[in-house]
């Protein structure tokens, strides 16, 4: 199994980086540009 996995960034709340697999939603903003909605595998929180 690989340990290499992308990040999406880092949960606003505990500071855990996020993985790619915990991606939930992915959608493009009124402006143009794309959003992403993330769960925290260590505190369990939706984050954008």
Same mark, same amino acid.
């Given at each position: 199994?690989?340990?290499? #996995?992308?990040?999406? *960034?880092?949960?606003?709340?505990?500071? %855990?980086?996020?993985?790619?697999?915990?991606?939930?939603?992915?959608? #493009?903003?009124?402006? *143009?540009?794309?959003?992403?909605?993330? %769960?925290?595998?260590?505190?369990?929180?939706?984050?954008?």
């Amino acid at each position: 199994m690989s340990t290499d #996995e992308s990040s999406l *960034g880092r949960c606003p709340d505990c500071g %855990e980086a996020i993985p790619e697999t915990w991606l939930l939603v992915e959608y #493009e903003k009124d402006d *143009g540009t794309q959003g992403i909605w993330a %769960e925290c595998p260590e505190c369990d929180d939706v984050v954008a």
